[in-house]
Nanobody, 121 residues
């Protein structure tokens, strides 16, 4: 199972970006699809999480991004998105996609390679 992220780049304060993460490979379903970030010199932290519960998706967010970021997914495309609005310099970090999936061998946690987001004027 592989995750490929895209959409990072440079944005001005107050601007918006949308990150995408496409999952490929052999798996049955997602337990969760998540976005983490790691700023320079800091620990990796969870930004947004989406948990699949058969009929409904449940989302949660770090306090620092609530009301500004939105996690969503396209089931048909095995893709998870992170829409980031009203961005701040503190949002500058490498953003990682993380998924927990069910495979023939059981539970598997997968990480993407990361995409750099820089918020600066």
């Amino acid at each position: 199972v592989q995750l490929v992220e895209s959409g990072g780049g440079l944005v001005q304060p107050g601007g918006s970006l949308r990150l995408s993460c496409v999952a490929s490979g052999s798996f049955f379903s997602f337990y969760s699809m998540n976005w983490y970030r790691q700023a320079s010199g800091k620990q990796r932290e969870v930004v947004a999480a989406l948990t699949s519960d058969y009929s409904d998706d449940r989302t949660s967010y770090a306090e620092s991004v609530k009301g500004r970021f939105t996690i969503s997914r396209d089931k048909a495309k095995n893709t998870v998105y992170l829409q980031m609005n009203s961005m701040k310099p503190d949002d500058t970090a490498v953003y990682y996609c993380n998924c927990e999936v069910a495979t023939m061998l059981g539970y598997l946690e997968v990480w993407g390679q990361g995409t750099l987001v820089t918020v600066s004027s």
